[in-house]
């Protein structure tokens, strides 16, 4: 049974830095590219970030470009979403999901096999 778990997420003032984990079971990590979505209230689930199975080549969206960094530890199964600062805009529910059909980071939600339950980032203002 594939279950990734998210966590660390949280309440953080703007400016704050917060770093968010991802812990995979089930499933041969390695051999998934890895990637971080969020939504915020009303609005479509979006890509954030993602990385390709051994780490090396990573992709990210305009919006969080320069301020997060995705980063993943094969040997502990776990993939992390460091954020730095973190903007009102970026409060959102926070999802990892697990890619097996391709070794470098895509950013469509249909690519993504498996999903988290999410964990909740609010930044206030």
């Known amino acids: 049974q594939v279950q990734l778990v998210e966590s660390g997420g949280g309440l953080v003032q703007a400016g704050d830095s917060q770093r968010l984990s991802c812990a995979a079971s089930g499933l041969s990590f390695s051999s998934y590219a890895m990637g971080w979505f969020r939504q915020a209230p009303g609005k479509e689930r979006e890509f954030v970030a993602g990385?390709?199975?051994?780490?090396?080549?990573?992709d990210y969206a305009n919006s969080v470009k320069g301020r997060f960094t995705i980063s993943r530890d094969n040997a502990k199964s776990t993939v992390y979403l460091q954020m730095s600062d973190l903007k009102p805009e970026d409060t959102a529910v926070y999802y990892c999901?697990?890619?097996?059909?391709?070794?470098?980071?895509?950013?469509?939600?249909?690519?993504?096999?498996?999903w988290g339950q999410g964990t909740q980032v609010t930044v206030s203002s």
């Open positions: 990385i390709g199975r051994s780490g090396a080549a990573t």
């Open positions: 999901a697990a890619d097996y059909n391709s070794g470098v980071p895509r950013s469509r939600q249909k690519n993504y096999d498996y």
